[in-house]
Nanobody
């Protein structure tokens, strides 16, 4: 059974940093797209960052570009999101997602077959 488990969420003050981790089990995703999405209360789930194929360049939403860094560790079947200069508007539940395949583009949630349970990130001003 495939599982994605996020960790590293919590509360932080504006300007601070957090690092989210996503541990995958049940299959390897080294050749697939993996990404991070987030959902704030009352809003739709939105794309944050992704790597669409092994060795591909990271993709970021405009709202996090320059502040967040996505990385993958194929040996550990894991993915990370380093979040710096956090803002209150970054407050959301963050989800790890993985696809069945690599894609040229992977910012749409429809690309992803597997999702984690989410981890809450709260940024206070």
């Amino acid at each position: 059974q495939v599982q994605l488990v996020e960790s590293g969420g919590g509360s932080v003050q504006a300007g601070g940093s957090q690092r989210l981790s996503c541990a995958a089990s049940g299959r390897t995703f080294s050749g697939s797209a993996m990404g991070w999405f987030r959902q704030a209360p009352g809003k739709e789930r939105e794309f944050v960052a992704a790597i669409c194929w092994s060795g591909g360049s990271p993709r970021y939403s405009d709202s996090v570009k320059g502040r967040f860094t996505i990385s993958r560790d194929h040996a550990k079947n894991a993915m990370y999101l380093q979040m710096n200069s956090l803002k209150p508007e970054d407050t959301a539940v963050y989800y790890c997602a993985a696809s069945e395949s690599p894609y040229a583009t992977c910012v749409s949630p429809t690309r992803y077959a597997y999702w984690g349970q989410g981890t809450q990130v709260t940024v206070s001003s």
